[in-house]
T-cell receptor
Framework: DADVTQTPRNRITKTGKRIMLECSQT?????MYWYRQDPGLGLRLIYY???????NKGEISDGYSVSRQAQAKFSLSLESAIPNQTALYFC?????????????FGEGSRLTVL | RKEVEQDPGPFNVPEGATVAFNCTYS??????FFWYRQDCRKEPKLLMS???SGNEDGRFTAQLNRASQYISLLIRDSKLSDSATYLC???????????????FGKGTKLSVIP
């Protein structure tokens, strides 16, 4: 089983719909992240969390919200999806200190908003 | 100036060749540096952490030049399986935020040709 699991892996939805992407991990890491990847733009940070009570905005948080339900779970919501949120979304986990930057990614969730 | 810049490539090299990628970063206060590998339609995976003046892992050598604010990745004796996109990642302080965040370059694509 994968250490970082994302669901769903693929989703097609319509403009205005609410979408939730879920992420769970068995690495025991405190830190969890949500990124989106677009062709030619690289990985961009949406939100991150350093523990259950900690939520921080990343570079492109507008239009997104997150919930850290437990140490092992971090979900990303699009309250009202729009076409420019079509992208590949990655969840990642990691520890801090000297290992900050050593991230473990899920396999990705490909979202298409029509 | 973009925060982390990489030549997008593609670099098309024959098997057995030596290839080098450079990555420049804008913030001299950056703390730590990493190379990730991403196969087509897959998640990024950590290839190497780059510490102090650099390090070597088999055919891969990473170098850091803080004075010139760049890191490099050298691959010797290229294999077909090395074909992937290589992402440069820098843990840098973001202006106004005070906190350190990981910033990803857009990646350099490598194709190793038989």
């Amino acid at each position: 089983d994968a250490d970082v699991t994302q669901t769903p892996r693929n989703r097609i939805t319509k403009t205005g719909k609410r979408i939730m992407l879920e992420c769970s991990q068995t690495k025991g890491h405190d830190r969890m992240y949500w990124y989106r990847q677009d062709p030619g733009l690289g990985l961009r940070l949406i939100y991150y969390s350093f523990d259950v009570k900690d939520i921080n905005k990343g570079e492109i948080s507008d239009g997104y919200s997150v919930s850290r339900q437990a140490q092992a779970k971090f979900s990303l919501s699009l309250e009202s999806a729009i076409p420019n949120q079509t992208a590949l979304y990655f969840c990642a986990t990691g520890s801090g200190g000297l290992r900050t930057g050593e991230l473990f990614f899920g396999e990705g969730s490909r979202l298409t908003v029509l | 100036r973009k925060e982390v810049e990489q030549d997008p490539g593609p670099f098309n090299v024959p098997e057995g060749a030596t290839v080098a990628f450079n990555c420049t970063y804008s913030n001299s206060a950056s703390q730590s540096f990493f190379w990730y590998r991403q196969d087509c339609r897959k998640e990024p995976k950590l290839l190497m952490s780059v510490y102090s003046s650099g390090n070597e892992d088999g055919r891969f050598t990473a170098q850091l030049n803080r004075a010139s604010q760049y890191i490099s990745l050298l691959i010797r004796d290229s294999k077909l399986s090395d074909s992937a996109t290589y992402l440069c990642v820098v843990n840098m302080q973001h202006s106004g935020a005070g906190s350190y965040q990981l910033t990803f370059g857009k990646g350099t694509k490598l194709s190793v040709i038989p």
